[in-house]
């Protein structure tokens, strides 16, 4: 699939000596979601702004949508929408106002009905004359949304785009980004909650002190990385794993009801039916037994961690 964004080579170093990012090679697919995570700290919001535009890179090149945000940073910067983590914007504006004058300063004509149509997706149309400063912090981060999609751009960057706001924004938010991406928008989004990034994302990118240390299909990494976990209900409670199954990857829950075996489910061999038969010839019966696989985030604090 086409790459609508190409970073190559990024490195970012600042006056201070700090090394924000190191050599940080990047392709993102054109109409994906790509989630981006990392801890504080890990260069995620540095890279954003140097595709944005924002912040300079100390070498390296990167195109958006073929073009080199350095070079022909004009044409690079109208393809992009950005929502920042800080909430700023003229709190003296009307709501209607300041999303049209975002528009206005890409170059874009006027366009009421885009304009209305951002606002009654956000929610927003009814608060289209109230000034910012009257906003809650919820309704702030939906005007910074509409602002950043006031120019209908082909990329969407998110960063951090649903802190400390509620659970029914979270939600609205979520739907729209679907359409969106429905529309052949790419998004990118960084999240420090991870269960969204499982639910919404095509691709995971996982940064660690400045370098991309992974970027893989969320299917592909959940099967390749995830552990799977076999719980059986035990008839009788043990008060220790019997010695002839000490070799196996087994853990026993604290109340001797449950036995949990480890495995890998990518293996030829997953180990099961051989426990199986242990268990049998032991005398070990269950009532019942269940299977479960890492979350995304259990993945993501192993390769952090």
């Keep these: 699939m086409q790459a609508v964004i190409s970073v190559q080579k990024l490195s970012k170093t600042y006056s201070g000596g700090y090394h924000a990012l190191k050599s940080v090679d990047l392709e993102i697919r054109r109409g994906e979601i790509f989630a981006l995570l990392g801890p504080n700290g890990a260069g995620k919001t540095t890279l954003i702004n140097a595709i944005c535009g924002i912040v300079n890179p100390t070498s ?7 073009h080199d945000v350095v070079k ?3 044409a690079a910067r109208a393809k992009i929408g950005l929502v920042p983590q800080e909430l700023a914007t003229d709190a003296f504006e009307s709501v209607w106002a300041t ?3 975002s528009r206005g300063i890409f170059g874009k004509p006027p366009n009421p009905a885009h304009i209305e149509k951002l606002l009654r997706q956000l929610s927003l149309w009814d608060k289209k004359d109230a000034r910012i ?7 702030k981060r939906r005007v910074m949304i509409a602002k950043a999609l006031s120019h209908e751009p082909q ?6 785009p649903t802190a400390g706001v509620d659970v029914v924004l979270r939600r609205d938010m979520w739907e729209m980004v679907r359409g969106l991406r429905d529309q052949g928008v790419t998004i990118i989004l960084t ?3 991870i269960e969204e990034a499982e639910e919404m994302a095509d691709r995971i990118g996982v940064i660690r002190k400045g370098e991309i240390i992974l970027v893989e ?5 959940m099967e390749k990385l995830g552990k799977k976990q076999l719980t059986l209900h035990l ?3 043990l008060a220790a794993i019997p010695p002839a199954l000490a070799g196996m990857p087994l853990a026993l829950s604290a109340d001797g009801t449950e036995l949990v075996y480890t495995f890998d489910a990518q293996s030829e061999q997953t180990g099961i039916a051989d426990l199986l038969r242990r268990l049998g010839e032991h005398g070990i019966d269950f009532k019942d037994l269940q299977s479960s696989q890492s979350s995304l985030e259990d993945i993501f604090v192993n390769l952090v961690g």
Excluded: C
């Design 133 to 139: 400063m009257a906003l809650s912090g919820g309704m």
């Design 155 to 160: 990329i969407l960057f998110l960063d951090e």
């Design 235 to 237: 008839q009788h409670p």
């Design 217 to 221: 299909d969320k299917s592909a990494l």
């Design 60 to 66: 390296g090149t990167i195109l958006a949508d073929g």
């Design 72 to 74: 022909d940073y004009r």
């Design 99 to 101: 999303v049209s004058l």
């Design 191 to 193: 999240t420090h909650y």
